[in-house]
């Protein structure tokens, strides 16, 4: 097994936990607003719950990746805004479904927006001086 570098843990848990696990999250928790059968609204809240929990460490490992090595591991954040940027909402899901517990596609690109601002707002406190774009 090979070293990952803080730079490379951090922009991993940047991009699959504090993205995707937030996405998955409100994807769940709006899911489970609209749906109709108490069983799945409680089996979506209780994966909404796990989503944001994963998504709460995710943040973490990027926190402390900044504290041990924070020039790479800022260089390395900024990188990922442009990912992040230009990451697109999966599509795909059936209409009609949402009362059921399954997101359509404007759910879920409703979801992804929100997961997307999250991020970069978060990311503001983290970057020196809040800045999201790669320094000149």
Avoid: K
């Avoid at 990922?80 to 059936?94: E, F, K, Q, R, V």
């Avoid at 991020?119 to 790669?134: D, I, K, M, N």
């Amino acid at each position: 097994m090979r070293p990952i570098r803080l730079a490379d843990l951090a922009m991993e848990s940047l991009l699959d936990g504090a993205l995707n696990e937030t996405f998955a999250a409100r994807v769940a928790e709006v899911t489970g607003q609209s749906c109709e059968d108490a069983r799945a609204r409680e089996v979506l809240r209780l994966i909404a719950q796990d989503e944001y929990g994963h998504a709460r460490l995710a943040w973490q490992i990027v926190e402390w990746a900044v504290s041990r090595d924070s020039e790479s591991v800022h260089a390395a954040l900024r990188a990922g805004l442009s990912t992040i940027d230009s990451a697109m909402p999966p599509n795909g899901a059936p209409r009609g479904l949402v009362r059921f517990g399954r997101p359509d596609d404007a759910v879920l690109a409703a979801c992804f927006e929100d997961a997307r601002a999250d991020v970069r707002t978060r990311l503001v406190g983290l970057l020196p001086g809040g800045e999201l774009s790669a320094p000149t």
